[in-house]
């Protein structure tokens, strides 16, 4: 596959931002363009809400961040980038001039994907020079979080080309959907228009409020829709007889005059006035930003339920992770001749108890996991997994020295305190890395096992060559008078 790392950005509102921020925190670089004079604040907050959300789904997983350029020009953002991300508003005539421009500028071989919602690309590409690049590649917001993106190619868009996107956007943690032919406003978007459709002649009528139809949604078959669609769900409907039953028994009523989907309502200036209302009633006193952060928490936890279960977009997640943790696998070496810097994360907010601060077995969870990372650093992989060995934990002695609120960055060290040829002692220090201030350690006795055979046994070349290494730097260290209290000595 191609290696991206400079992405262009033509357009930083909603959408634009949001794509710069997945692009940043997946370690691309960006060059944005926006001529708006609060297009770097704009994108910043943005920036900041994704940052706070990818944080709480990976940890420190997440990828160093690129670095954001605010171009000057179009032609200064496309100079050297390696993939480009339309993204102004949705107008036909400005698309097609600015599309035009880019086209002109960018080398022949870098792909131009635009996020309209619904102009045909066949239209956009005709005044292109190297048409067969161009396609939609439309999101869905919040960008940074929601993983689906429409491929939409038009009539001179290749084959091969799309197949490129599709591979971006998912080495990115997108689910690409590739469409069989053009069409107008593509799949997702024409599903959402038949339902704001219906929403808006049930408040016309004065049948229900804005929070009603919300409400019939999210208590209802939204929840569904977070892990099936409609056909699956239909399916289910069906029993035992599965869809063939189903479209017998409530296939009729679709005759039934229930819905106005071919009738628009008119957004007179009446229907326009209760609908704002109603809609501010709905939000009471939250701002946007508060806003935000409720569907970023929702939708996290939806996700990390379904991972859960590994079932649609968990599945996705889980898959992305993976992927996330194969690629941080491939980072600077370490500097041994210190305690090293394994891992960093923000408190989240499913870590924090009744006293506002992290709760005690998050301490545990963040030190397992530091010691994963050492065991990933040694050469505990899946191969090695797979070939009968692994390393458990024989003891774990913690102590709490300080509380840390939610959001606080928190770094952890580990020195290895001991070796030989079956066992290791390790010590974590947690670290707020505003202040330095010591927050809790971890000491830990690590045994190497054969898991075939279900007894110790001494580790494997690999992993006794990198931990000798290791060891050769760490002896020498100071070793803390508090060590040793609860853990078993190697001698």
């Known amino acids: 596959m191609q290696k991206f790392s400079k992405i262009a950005v033509i357009g930083g509102g909603v959408i634009g931002g949001g794509w710069v921020a997945r692009f940043l925190l997946n370690g691309l670089n960006v060059a944005l363009f926006d001529p708006a004079p609060d297009a770097l604040a704009k994108v910043t907050a943005l920036i900041a809400n994704a940052e706070r959300a990818y944080e709480e789904l990976f940890g420190s997983d997440v990828p160093r961040k690129g670095t954001l350029t605010l171009a000057e020009t179009i032609e200064e953002a496309v100079n050297d980038a390696d993939f480009i991300q339309e993204s102004i508003p949705e107008n036909l005539e400005l698309k097609k001039s600015v599309l035009a421009e880019i086209d002109a500028l960018a080398p022949k071989s870098v792909l131009i994907c635009s996020s309209t919602s619904g102009l045909r690309p066949s239209v956009l590409q005709e005044n292109l020079t190297h048409p067969e690049r161009f396609m939609v590649g439309h999101p869905f917001n919040p960008v940074y979080l929601l993983p689906l993106v429409e491929i939409c190619g038009g009539d001179l868009t290749s084959f091969e080309n799309k197949e490129r996107a599709a591979s971006f956007y998912t080495d990115i943690g997108m689910k690409p959907l590739v469409l069989k032919k053009e069409t107008d406003a593509f799949i997702a978007d024409r599903l959402m228009e038949a339902y704001w459709r219906e929403a808006l002649w049930l408040v016309k009528e004065g049948i229900a409020s804005v929070e009603e139809i919300d409400d019939a949604i999210r208590y209802g078959a939204g929840l569904r829709w ?41 957004l007179n200036d009446h229907l326009v006035e209760t ?217």
């Open 226 to 266: 977070a892990m099936m669609g409609t056909f699956q769900v239909y399916r289910i409907a069906g029993g035992d007889a599965g869809m063939r039953h189903f479209l017998s028994q409530f296939g009729p009523s679709l005759k039934w005059p229930w819905t106005k989907l071919m009738d628009v309502p008119e």
């Open 275 to 491: 609908i704002v209302q109603q809609s501010d009633e709905q939000s009471g006193s939250l701002s946007i930003r508060e806003l935000e952060h409720i569907r970023d928490d929702g939708l996290i936890g939806i996700m990390e339920a379904l991972q859960t279960i590994d079932w649609g977009a968990g599945h996705l997640l889980k898959s992305y992770k993976s992927l996330l943790k194969t690629k941080n696998s491939v980072a600077q070496p370490l500097d041994l001749t210190k305690p090293l810097p394994l891992y960093q994360t923000t408190v989240k907010n499913s870590w924090i108890d009744y006293n506002k601060h992290m709760t005690e077995h998050r301490y545990l969870q963040v030190f397992g996991e530091t010691t994963d990372k050492f065991l990933a650093l040694i050469g505990v992989d899946d191969d090695y997994l797979a070939s009968g060995h692994s390393v458990f934990t024989l003891e774990t002695h913690i102590r709490h020295l300080k509380e840390v609120a939610q959001g606080e960055k928190i770094a952890i060290s580990t020195q290895l305190l001991g070796l030989d040829s079956k066992r290791i002692r390790v010590l974590h220090v947690m670290s707020l890395e505003r202040t330095g201030d010591i927050l809790a350690t971890a000491e830990q006795m690590l045994m190497h096992v054969n898991t075939k055979k279900q007894s110790a046994c001494d580790f494997q070349n690999q992993l006794a060559e990198y931990l000798s290494k290791i060891w050769k730097n760490h002896k020498g260290l100071h070793i803390p008078e508090f060590t040793g209290e609860g853990i078993r000595s190697l001698a």
